[in-house]
């Protein structure tokens, strides 16, 4: 499920492949995830326009068009972008093909169609609208301070919480737990200040460091949990086999050993 680091790289695919291009068609070829809009509309108002830059917020990518509009691409359980020239290199699971004059396509594929994609005029109002939090690697140690002071339950469910933090899921809350040698179970209420302080920076730098692996899991650290959860899997750190549970209505994995649960 694409997180933070995924949207992050889809961002920069788009800003090296799709600036700057003439639409000429928008081929819908499945209206299923479009949100707020619908086909025929969304062609109308692209034809013509150019994507003139990207903005990401949490999991959420906009992109701003000339014709003062902004598209919003948001990429569920499944979605990417493929930038392609020939139909036959169209993915399968291609739901929205944006066409440029140059004859090259920008695909949304989604498999699983839990995507959306919509129009807006006002990012802010949307994010507004959502309530969502901050971006997950735009906020200080304060302000992170500030969200775990404020509230109760495990820890793990604190940065799964979009409303709180936007942009990490699942699996990157493991590795960053996982980093920070904290057990998913934790109640916030029992993490010193210092331990909140290494929290947030194993936040910001395993999200760092996963857009620096362009969120390929084949390219991250060998020392990371990601490629590794799973049942029999060990720890990379102790060797330990990993355990997991679910927290926040997630499967959580971590390594018992080294995750101590604070008391
Ligand atoms: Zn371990």
Request: glycine share 6%.
């Amino acid at each position: 499920m694409p997180e933070l680091p995924d949207v992050e790289t889809f961002k920069r695919y788009l800003n090296a492949t799709s600036l700057q291009q003439r639409i000429t068609d928008v081929d819908v070829r499945s209206g299923y995830v479009l949100k707020g809009v619908s086909m025929d509309e969304l062609a109308r108002r692209l034809k013509g326009c150019r994507f003139e830059s990207s903005r990401r917020h949490g999991k959420h990518l906009f992109v701003r068009t000339d014709g003062d509009l902004w598209l919003r691409l948001h990429f569920g359980m499944t979605g990417s972008l493929q930038y392609f020239k020939h139909d036959e290199q169209s993915p399968k699971h291609a739901r929205v093909l944006f066409v440029f004059a140059n004859t090259y396509r920008l695909a949304f594929e989604d498999q699983r169609k839990f995507g959306e994609v919509g129009l807006l005029k006002d990012v802010d109002e949307f994010l507004k609208k959502r309530a969502l939090g901050p971006d997950a690697l735009s906020i200080n140690l304060s302000q992170f301070r500030t969200i775990f002071q404020e509230r109760r339950g495990a820890v793990k469910t604190i940065l799964l919480n979009q409303k709180l933090i936007a942009g990490i899921g699942n699996i990157y809350a493991d590795e960053i737990l996982f980093r920070a040698r904290i057990h998913p179970a934790t109640q916030i209420s029992a993490l010193k200040d210092k331990t909140i302080a290494k929290l947030f920076r194993a936040m910001r730098y395993i999200l760092k460091k996963a857009i620096e692996a362009k969120a390929d899991a084949d390219l991250m650290p060998k020392s990371w949990l990601l490629a590794r959860r799973g049942k029999g899997r060990k720890c990379p750190r102790c060797g330990r086999e990993l355990k997991s549970a679910t927290i926040g209505g997630r499967t959580a994995w971590f390594c018992a050993q080294c995750q101590k649960r604070a008391r």
